[in-house]
């Protein structure tokens, strides 16, 4: 038990998650991706919405993205509260005043802009999408990774 308890190098947990795409896209045909869920909820929320983007989403024939999500959410709680030696608190401790609320809105609105502008997210952009060859990932991985990259050490958040 003690191997579970302990993070799992990045040759084991890496390809573990490589392998995940394939078995997706073969065993039910669906791709990978997180960001299209929020499309998912936002067309389940509101059924008469008027703009094209809701509008246009069939999120019945779409019921799985809920699901996923839902088991990512999940399985990150169980695997903090009881498969960690410690457990682990929600946010580090900065976040939970004033200014750190509002990095937080202020972050969460500019990566949900990125996410639409760029037509999905990290993972459905770099680990699906360039597993298809899709140019348009290569860009966006480029993107976001030089994107972190500014944030960490030039502006040091």
Known sequence: MEWVLQPWPWYIAGPL???????LLLLS???FGVSTSFQHLGAMCSPNSRLPYLKNYDWRSNQWRIVFVAGIV????VG???LSIEPLSFLPADYYSLGGMIRLAIGGLLVGFGVRYAGGCTSGHTIMGLSNLQWSSLVASISFFIGGLLITHVLQF
């Open 17 to 23: 998650i490589g392998l995940m795409v394939p078995a």
């Open 29 to 31: 045909g669906k791709t």
């Open 74 to 77: 999940l399985g990150a709680f």
């Open 80 to 82: 903090a509260q009881y």
